[in-house]
């Protein structure tokens, strides 16, 4: 089981982090999840970045979507670095970020 | 605790002293967080603002992106604006429910909120700035770009009637002049960063609950374009050939946010570096502008003039017709140069905005006041029972009507 990521279907609502969080630690709040919203407001520019088991980061950008890249230092597009964040469990099976997200720019793929 | 801080941060500009103040679990869960505002406002005289957020304000519910500013009356007229995009939702996980700010500081400066802690940034350099100056500068500062931030202009420097606060670049909320409460307290901006933590009564059935809303409003509304979604007079093609994607507030399923860009290619999806557009979802002020004969390239470019300044555009607007006749790029830019007050546009003739979302005053504030979005719930159709089981399985008591 995996997570695709269609970037461009994305709206940048947020629902996807902090119902990972839900999930995970039975709060609501974006610090603890495995997906990240990346926004730049001034040019519009917004995509996820998904930390993953088996492919390291998956970062869902407008221009595309890019697996296998590494969590390094203590930045990032969280206030919590990704480094320091659990890669995706998907929910047991249950995978609540593409359950929640209202444009299912999230989807499972077997 | 579920779905709160339980406390909000006082500030008295003039003696910097930041103390907290707990707020009862009793009010909060009564799901009117405008009257606990107006209660704090009231607690200082009146002689300040106070910034809110809901008790359903980022919980999973559609749209439950909301928080507020108000401010006191003014010409017998309540001044509230709501506080939208990811702002209220970040607002309340900084740790506040509510923010108290009252006194002036001795100069220009910040308030900065995040992980419980609230300081006073001076900051005399944000006067020679714009509202995107301003925020660029905090966010820059701060190393964090996903740092809300509630930044005024020159206009609301000057504490001009039509000025108007920005969120994170972009106006649309604020039509009843608060950012001069800022101004003339010399608070430029108000900075917040999420970093808490909200714990849910039940979190599986407020997710499902939440989960059957949404699909059912989706069902009846599909997917929105943008603006043109809420209102059908910007769908026209000078508006949509500039349209680079509609972007959500917190939460929310179907956006009235959409950004159009006018110095690139809106179809180029790459990152850009250059300031090329604007977020547009002020619906007063795009109507007032297209009512002047302007293109949707003009009217972008006005609107991104006013939002820099800091100035309510409706008002700018109809102040050129006035004064000169017309509503160009140049009449305007000289007006927002200009250290003239302009009147401000009455809400009652700003049709379109969020505060006439339902056309029912009790409404509007019962919706604001649970941190629901007013535009998006009069649209999908609001009332507490609708988003009564939603609210119980979060906050773990009914909702009060």
């Known amino acids: ?110 | 605790m579920y779905m709160a801080n339980g406390r909000a941060g006082v500030v008295d500009l003039t003696s910097v002293e930041i103390s907290e103040l707990e707020i009862d679990e009793d009010s909060l869960l009564s799901g009117d967080a405008v009257s606990i505002a107006e209660r704090l406002l009231s607690d200082i005289g009146g002689e300040g603002f106070v910034m809110g957020s809901g008790i359903l304000t980022a919980s999973l519910v559609p749209a439950a992106c909301a928080g507020f500013v108000i401010g006191p009356p003014k010409d017998n007229g309540k001044r509230i604006a709501p506080l939208l995009g990811h702002a209220g939702a970040e607002f309340k996980l900084s740790g506040f429910d509510f923010l108290v700010v009252k006194g002036r500081a001795s100069e220009p400066g910040y308030l900065w909120a995040r992980d419980g802690m609230l300081e006073f940034v001076r900051a005399p350099e944000f006067k020679s700035l714009d509202s995107w100056g301003r925020t660029d500068k905090i966010r820059d500062s701060q190393g964090d770009k996903r740092i809300q931030v509630l930044s005024v202009g020159p206009w609301g420097d000057a504490g001009f009637d039509a000025s108007q606060f920005v969120v994170d670049y972009w106006g649309g909320e604020d039509k009843s002049g608060l950012a001069s409460e800022l101004g003339r307290r010399n608070l430029m901006a108000i900075a917040f960063r999420g970093m808490g933590e909200f714990e849910v009564s039940d979190p599986e059935g407020h997710l499902k609950a939440c989960l059957r809303i949404q699909a059912d409003q989706i069902d009846r509304m599909g997917r929105s374009s943008g603006i043109e979604s809420y209102d059908a007079a910007f769908a026209r093609e000078d508006f949509k050939g500039l349209l680079h994607r509609p972007i959500a507030c917190f939460g929310c399923p179907f956006p009235c946010r959409s950004f159009l860009k006018i110095h690139e290619d809106p179809r180029v999806m790459e990152h850009s570096h250059k300031e090329p557009g604007y977020l547009h979802y002020d619906i007063p002020a795009l109507h007032k502008a297209f009512g002047s004969g302007m293109s949707a390239r003009e009217a972008t470019d006005v609107l991104i003039k006013c939002a820099r300044a800091g100035a309510e555009p409706v008002s700018v607007l109809a102040e050129s017709m006035r004064s000169v006749g017309n509503a160009s790029a140049s009449s305007i830019e000289k007006l927002l140069g200009s250290a003239h007050a302009v009147p401000r546009v009455g809400l009652d003739a700003l049709k379109g905005g969020f505060a006439q979302s339902f056309g029912d005053a009790q409404q509007y504030m019962k919706c604001l006041g649970l941190g629901l979005c007013p535009r998006y719930w009069a649209k999908a159709g609001f009332s507490i029972e609708v988003v009564s089981e939603c609210a119980e399985l979060a906050i773990g008591v009914p909702l009060k009507g």
């Open chain 1, 1 to 110: 089981m995996k997570l695709n990521i269609e970037p461009l279907k994305c709206i940048g609502c947020g629902l996807c982090e902090v119902v990972c969080s839900l999930n995970r630690d039975s709060v609501l709040t974006p610090m603890t999840s495995s997906i990240i919203l990346h926004i730049e407001d001034k040019s519009n520019y917004f995509g996820l970045v998904l930390k993953t088991k088996s492919e390291g980061l998956v970062l869902g950008r407008p221009e595309g979507t890019a697996s296998g890249q590494q969590a390094s230092g203590a930045s990032g597009p969280g206030a919590k670095p990704i480094l320091l964040r659990e890669p995706c469990d998907f929910c047991n099976g249950e995978t609540k970020c593409v359950k929640i997200c209202p444009t299912k720019c999230i989807t499972v793929v077997d």
